[in-house]
C-alpha cells in the first residue's frame, strides 16, 4: 500500500524532492503494486539531468511550451507511433469482424448452420472465434504495451513532469 | 416456489445486505471526506481488485437471468448477445481506459474539458453522463421489481413496489455513507458471487452431460421443439428486415456503448497508474469472458434440461430460466437440494442488482457534483464542499430512480439496457474519441457531438414502436411511431460523430495546439496524471 507514497509526493511537489528522472534503464517502469519493495519513486537518486526530452529549463517557459516541446521530441513521437501502430490496425480489424459476424448472422443464417462437427456449426464455431480472439488481441495489446511502450512512456513522464515544475515555480 | 424457498433466499437476502452494510461502515470508518476518496477510493486499488470491480459493476441480472434465458427460448440468436457485451471491451482496453486514467480525475467531462472552454463542454458532458446513468438505473429497478417479485413467489404490485423502494434506500445508504471504497468492495464480493454461482451451476450441468459439449447441444435441440434451427441464428431476429437492422443496430450500440458508460469510465480512476488501468481491464475480460461462455453452456443447459417451454410458461422473457435449471440441477422441486440452489441464484441475482445499482449511482453523482454543480451554481453563492454535493445528488438521484422505477416498471429490461447503451456509444463516446486524438476538435465541435448524438438517440426512442403502436409499447393507445427500430444506434451513433465533426469545421475558434499537446502527452505518458 505505501509504497505508492512516494509517487504521490512526486506528483504534488511535496517534500519528496527532487524525484528520479534518469533515463538510464535503471529506472523502474512497473505501476507501484508490483514492486511493492521499492521505497518510494521519488527516493532513489538524486534527479541526473532529463535526458529522453530535451531540456527546457530556460527561464520564463510556460507549461505549454513544455508540452508542445515534449509532443515533438524523438522520444514521444516514437511511444506514440508505437501506440498507433498497434492500435489503429487492432481496432479496424475486431470492428470489421464483429461487424462482419453480427451482420452475416442476422442476414445469412443459412451459412451459419451448417454442420461443423456433430452439432456444432459454423455459427457456434464463430462465436466462439470471436471470445478467442477477444482474448488473443488482449494478449497482444498487454504483450505489446509492455514491451514497447511501457519504460519510454514512464522516463518521458518523469521528465516532463520535472520540466513542468520548473516552469511552474519560475513564473509564479 | 414453495415457502422453504422464500425463506432461505430471504435469509441469504438478508445475510448479503448485513455483510454488505458491515464493510460500508468498516471502510468509511475513518473517511477524509476529500472528493479524491469519495468519488475515486483514494485511487489505491489493485489492478485486481479493480479488475473483480469492474466484472461487477458490468455483468448485470441482465446478464445473469437475461442472456440465459434468451438461449434457453432462442438458442443461438441469445448467443449474439454475449459476443457484444465481450466484444466491446477491446474498444475500451485499446482506446480508452490508459488514455482516460491519465487525462482525468473523476469524471468523462474532466477528459473533455482540458482542452476546451470548460463551462459549456461540462454542462453538456454532465448531462448526457446523467441520462445514460439515469436509463440504466431505471433498467435495473425494474429488473431488481420483477425478478425479486417473481423469485420470491409474490407477484403482487405491493412486493414490487417494496423491492423497488428498498433497492434504492439501501444503495443511497451505501453510495453516500461509503462512497467509492465501499461502493468497489461491494462490486467486488458481488462479482466473486456471481462467478462462484455460475461455475457451480456449470460444473453440474457439464456432469450432467458427461462433460459431452455435443450432447448437450442434441439435447437442447431437441427440447426447444425447434430442432437444429435452434443451434443457427435467426429465431428472434431473422424474421424481417426490421429484425435485423434492429439487431445490426444493437450489435453496434453494445460494442461501442460500453466504452462510454460513465460507471465504467470512473472505475478507471481507482487505481494509481495508467498500467494498472491497463491490468485491470485485462482481469476483468478474463472475469467476464469466462462469464458469458459459463451463461451458453447454462442457457442450452436451460433448454435441454427444464425444456424451453417450461421456462416459457414461468416467465414469458425467460428470466426464470437459470432459477428452475438450479432447482432441478439440485434434485428437483422438493429436495433440499434444489431448495439450496434455487435459493443461492435468487440471492446471487439480487446481490447483483444492488451492486450494480450502487456503482451506477455514483457515477451519477459525481457527475452531477463534480461536473453540473459545479458549472451551475452561482458565482455569489456560498462555496460547498463538492462531497456534500455529491452525497445529496446520490440521494436525489435514488428518489428519482425509484419513482421512474415504478412508473417504467412493466417495460422490458433488456431493451432499456440496450438503450443506456445506444445513448452512450451516441453522446458519450463521439466526444471522448475526437477530444483524446484529434488535433483540430473545438469546444464547439465537443458540445455539439454531446447533444448531436444525445437528442436524436433520445427523440428516435419516443418516435419507435417501443413508446406507440404496437400492443406491447409505452402507450399502446396512440401510436405517433415513425421510426420502425426499437434500439437507435445505427442512426444516432453516426450522427453524434458527424455532429462533433460539423462543429468543428464551421467553429470560427482556432483550436489550441498547446491543449492538444498537452492532452496527447498527459494521455500517452501519464505526465501530471491525478
Known amino acids: 500500500m505505501h509504497s ?13 524532492g527532487p524525484d528520479a528522472v534518469g533515463s538510464t534503464g535503471s529506472v523502474r517502469y512497473d505501476d507501484p503494486w508490483y514492486d511493492a519493495l521499492a521505497s518510494g519513486w521519488g527516493e532513489s537518486d538524486p534527479a541526473p539531468a532529463p535526458a529522453a526530452a530535451p531540456a527546457a529549463r530556460a527561464e520564463g517557459v510556460t507549461a505549454a511550451e513544455v508540452y508542445l516541446e515534449v509532443q515533438r521530441s524523438a522520444a514521444f513521437q516514437e511511444v506514440r507511433s508505437q501506440y498507433r501502430r498497434f492500435v489503429v490496425p487492432a481496432v479496424v480489424g475486431f470492428l470489421a469482424w464483429y461487424i462482419g459476424y453480427v451482420v452475416t448472422a442476422t442476414t445469412a443464417p443459412a451459412l451459419m448452420a451448417r454442420p461443423v462437427a456433430g452439432a456444432v456449426n459454423v455459427a457456434m464455431v464463430a462465436g466462439l472465434a470471436q471470445f478467442f480472439t477477444t482474448f488473443l488481441l488482449t494478449w497482444a495489446y498487454t504483450r505489446h504495451a509492455r514491451l514497447r511502450r511501457d519504460r519510454a512512456a514512464l522516463e518521458l513522464r518523469w521528465d516532463t513532469q520535472e520540466m513542468t515544475r520548473g516552469t511552474r515555480s519560475g513564473t509564479s | 416456489m414453495t415457502g422453504d424457498h422464500q425463506t432461505l433466499a430471504l435469509l441469504l437476502f438478508s445475510a448479503f445486505v448485513a455483510v454488505t452494510l458491515a464493510i460500508t461502515t468498516w471502510v468509511s470508518r475513518h473517511r477524509h471526506g476529500s472528493a479524491e476518496e469519495f468519488y475515486a477510493g483514494g485511487r489505491l486499488f ?116 417494496w423491492t423497488v423502494i428498498g433497492v434504492g434506500a439501501l444503495m443511497v445508504i451505501y453510495v453516500s455513507l461509503g462512497g467509492m471504497r465501499a461502493t468497489t468492495w461491494i462490486q467486488i464480493v458481488k462479482a466473486v458471487l456471481l462467478l462462484g454461482g455460475t461455475i457451480a451451476l456449470t460444473v453440474l450441468v457439464l456432469v450432467r452431460f458427461h462433460g459431452d459439449f455435443d450432447h448437450l447441444l442434441t439435447s437442447a435441440a431437441e427440447r426447444s421443439g425447434h430442432g437444429e434451427s435452434f443451434l443457427a441464428p435467426g429465431l428472434k431476429y431473422g424474421a424481417d428486415w426490421t429484425a435485423r437492422f434492429d439487431f445490426i443496430s444493437l450489435g453496434l450500440a453494445l460494442v461501442l456503448g460500453t466504452a462510454g458508460l460513465p460507471h465504467i469510465l470512473s472505475r478507471f480512476y481507482t487505481v494509481p497508474t495508467a498500467r494498472a488501468a491497463r491490468r485491470s481491464v485485462v482481469w476483468s475480460i478474463g472475469l467476464i469472458g469466462g462469464f458469458y461462455l459459463m451463461t451458453i453452456v447454462l442457457g442450452f443447459g436451460a433448454a435441454a434440461i427444464v425444456g424451453s417451454d417450461a421456462v416459457r410458461a414461468s416467465n414469458a422473457a425467460g428470466n426464470t430460466a437459470v432459477p428452475l435449471l438450479a432447482l432441478d440441477l439440485g434434485g428437483g422441486a422438493d429436495s433440499t437440494g434444489g431448495t439450496v440452489l434455487f435459493a443461492v441464484v435468487a440471492a446471487v441475482a439480487f446481490a447483483t442488482i444492488l451492486a450494480v445499482v450502487a456503482g451506477i449511482t455514483l457515477a451519477s453523482s459525481a457527475s452531477v457534483a463534480h461536473d453540473l454543480y459545479a458549472s451551475l451554481r452561482r458565482r455569489r453563492a456560498k462555496q460547498r464542499s463538492e462531497v456534500a454535493v455529491a452525497r445529496v445528488a446520490a440521494v436525489g438521484i435514488g428518489v428519482v430512480a425509484i419513482a421512474l422505477g415504478l412508473l417504467a416498471r412493466d417495460l422490458n429490461v433488456a431493451f432499456l439496457v440496450g438503450l443506456a447503451f445506444a445513448v452512450a456509444a451516441s453522446a458519450n463516446l463521439p466526444v471522448l474519441l475526437y477530444s483524446l486524438f484529434w488535433r483540430g476538435f473545438t469546444t464547439r465541435g465537443a458540445v455539439w457531438a454531446v ?71 498527459r494521455s500517452l505518458t501519464g505526465a501530471g496524471a491525478a
Not at chain 2, 438458442?75 to 454475449?82: E, F
Not at chain 2, 485499446?94 to 463542454?121: H, I, Q, W, Y
Open chain 2, 46 to 161: 489493485s489492478p485486481m481488485e479493480n479488475g473483480f470491480a469492474i466484472a461487477g459493476d458490468y455483468m448485470s441480472a441482465a446478464s445473469f437471468l437475461g442472456i440465459s434465458g434468451l438461449i434457453a427460448l432462442y438458442g443461438y440468436d441469445g448467443l449474439l448477445y454475449s459476443v457484444g457485451f465481450l466484444v466491446a471491451w477491446l474498444v475500451v482496453l485499446f482506446l480508452v481506459a490508459e488514455l482516460v486514467r491519465n487525462c482525468g480525475r473523476f469524471t468523462l467531462a474532466d477528459v473533455v474539458a482540458a482542452r476546451m472552454s470548460e463551462r459549456p463542454v461540462r454542462i453538456a458532458a454532465g448531462t448526457s453522463s446523467v441520462t445514460v446513468s439515469v436509463l440504466y438505473l431505471v433498467a435495473q429497478m425494474v429488473g431488481a421489481g420483477s425478478l425479486v417479485a417473481l423469485l420470491l413467489g409474490g407477484q403482487g404490485e405491493a412486493a414490487q413496489t
Open chain 1, 4 to 16: 505508492s507514497n512516494g509517487h504521490s509526493r512526486v506528483r504534488e511537489g511535496g517534500p519528496g
Open chain 2, 451 to 521: 447533444y448531436g448524438g444525445l437528442i436524436p438517440a433520445l427523440t428516435l426512442v419516443l418516435l419507435s414502436p417501443v413508446v406507440s403502436g404496437s400492443p406491447e409499447s409505452l402507450f399502446p393507445g396512440v401510436d405517433f411511431h415513425l421510426f420502425p427500430l426499437q434500439n437507435p444506434g445505427i442512426v444516432s451513433i453516426p450522427l453524434g460523430f458527424l455532429a462533433g465533426w460539423l462543429g468543428t469545421v464551421t467553429s470560427a475558434e482556432l483550436p489550441d495546439e498547446a491543449k492538444h499537446a498537452e492532452t496527447e502527452v
